[in-house]
């Protein structure tokens, strides 16, 4: 059986990032897999680099990885996908900051990247598909976007046709969807072998078909110390046939319309049957969900419509309101099952400094912003201290097992065991 794979790597780190962790993780995993690529030229990847992430290399001493990758693509290793700079989370923003955030992931990449820069895919972060984002992208010139098995038709595992490729009715823009469960297998570091690979690819494609894989490149080496090896076996492997992603048409040239559905890489199919599109982001019965994006909301309507747009206190607030806008305080807030409240308070405190650094800014419009940025940091410690988000984490974590896996998996049921101990200790 040979495999036709396409592989898309997400590299992306928040414009919060240390020196101390950047650096932990370029040398665990970045670079690791650019030496995969490096040491077998046959190989190729798909890359979205979010252009904020070029940035923090710029900044702590990393401009050699951005040569590499400038290598990578001269080689014919490397195939661009674009994105938005900051990573955020773009189907419950407004147009206009939709927009800006691709308009600055462009001007980035160029600066970076020079004329080697000739992204034709995009990449919406957390593979938040929406109708408004995807007219967007297609009105940027983009001719192909990326998006999670559950936005086919809501389905957890979909019954998508591989030997056929797909295009958004009444768009010009074709959408490739992402094998969700092989994905997953290298998510959570399920695969130990090349054996286990391809025993879990014939199980789930046929001889036909081709394999998108889709994940963040941070797996491999630094939240799965071991899987970067496993990765470059894979490759190695007389069965893999590695091409890009926006090969796939000439291969496979029988097209299907399709009316995708919103959803996530993480979304999980009872939440998308009861309209619940991004939990992870914004739960309905979240509170801290719902105060960060009323601070994030008052934060762009502060910013946007400030009348001394040409001051040097708007221009600063413009750039802490732009990476303000990164998902991960929304992420890490959700329990749904990840929590960290110190990533909560710096996408928070990022906003409320955007708007106190208007300087002519109405007082009721500072005062409301101080209360809700001191009700999630609150709200949050009260959730730690008391265990709350814990549970809640606990909770959630036992739902996606059962809803994926039909069980709780034993590994993680020990796991939970041991977290509830030490929360009835504590609390």
């Not at 492997?237 to 890009?244: A, D, G, R, T, Y």
């Not at 590994?411 to 009835?424: D, F, G, P, Q, S």
Request: net charge positive; glycine share 4%; with cysteine.
């Amino acid at each position: 059986m040979k495999i036709i794979l396409a592989n898309f790597i997400h590299i992306y780190q928040p414009p919060t990032q240390s020196k101390r962790m950047l650096d932990k993780i370029v040398n665990e995993s970045y670079w690791k897999i650019l030496e995969i690529l490096k040491n077998n030229p046959p190989i190729k990847i798909n890359l979205n680099v979010a252009g904020c992430l070029l940035d923090l290399f710029a900044k702590f001493g990393h401009k050699k990885i951005i040569q590499e990758i400038k290598n990578l693509v001269q080689k014919d290793q490397i195939e661009f996908v674009s994105s938005a700079k900051y990573h955020a989370f773009l189907p419950l923003l407004p147009e206009n900051e939709i927009k800006r955030q691709i308009e600055l992931n462009e001007k980035t990449c160029k600066k970076f990247f020079g004329k080697l820069w000739n992204a034709e895919g995009f990449h919406i972060p957390e593979m938040a598909y929406s109708r408004k984002v995807a007219k967007i992208v297609e009105g940027f010139g983009y001719k192909w976007i990326l998006a999670n098995e559950t936005s086919y038709n809501g389905k957890l595992f979909s019954d998508l046709d591989f030997t056929k490729t797909y295009k958004i009715k009444n768009s010009s823009l074709k959408i490739f969807f992402r094998d969700r469960r092989i994905s997953d297998l290298f998510n959570e570091g399920l695969l130990s072998n090349t054996d286990d690979f391809l025993k879990n690819v014939q199980k789930e494609i046929s001889p036909r078909e081709y394999l998108i894989l889709a994940t963040d490149g941070e797996i491999y080496g630094h939240q799965r110390p071991g899987l970067e090896n496993i990765l470059a076996q894979i490759y190695r492997l007389h069965e893999v046939n590695p091409i890009f992603i926006s090969k796939l048409p000439s291969l496979y040239p029988e097209e299907k319309e399709v009316k995708p559905v919103p959803s996530t890489w993480a979304s999980m199919e009872s939440e998308i049957k009861n309209k619940i599109y991004y939990a992870q982001w914004k739960y309905p019965r979240n509170p801290i969900h719902k105060m960060q994006w009323e601070l994030t909301i008052l934060a762009i309507n502060a910013v946007e419509n400030y009348k001394y747009k040409k001051s040097k206190d708007w221009k600063r607030a413009r750039n802490l309101l732009d990476q303000g806008l990164h998902s991960c305080q929304y992420w890490w807030g959700s329990t749904s099952p990840w929590w960290d409240i110190r990533n909560i308070e710096a996408g928070a405190h990022q906003l409320i400094e955007a708007i106190q650094s208007l300087k002519m800014i109405n007082k009721n419009i500072l005062e409301r912003g101080k209360n809700l940025y001191q009700k999630i940091i609150f709200t949050a410690f009260d959730w730690e201290r008391s265990g709350r988000a814990h549970r809640r984490s606990i909770k959630y974590t036992e739902k996606i097992e059962k809803e994926l896996y039909g069980e709780i998996r034993p590994a993680t049921k020990e796991a939970l065991e041991l977290l509830n101990k030490k929360l009835e200790s504590h609390f």
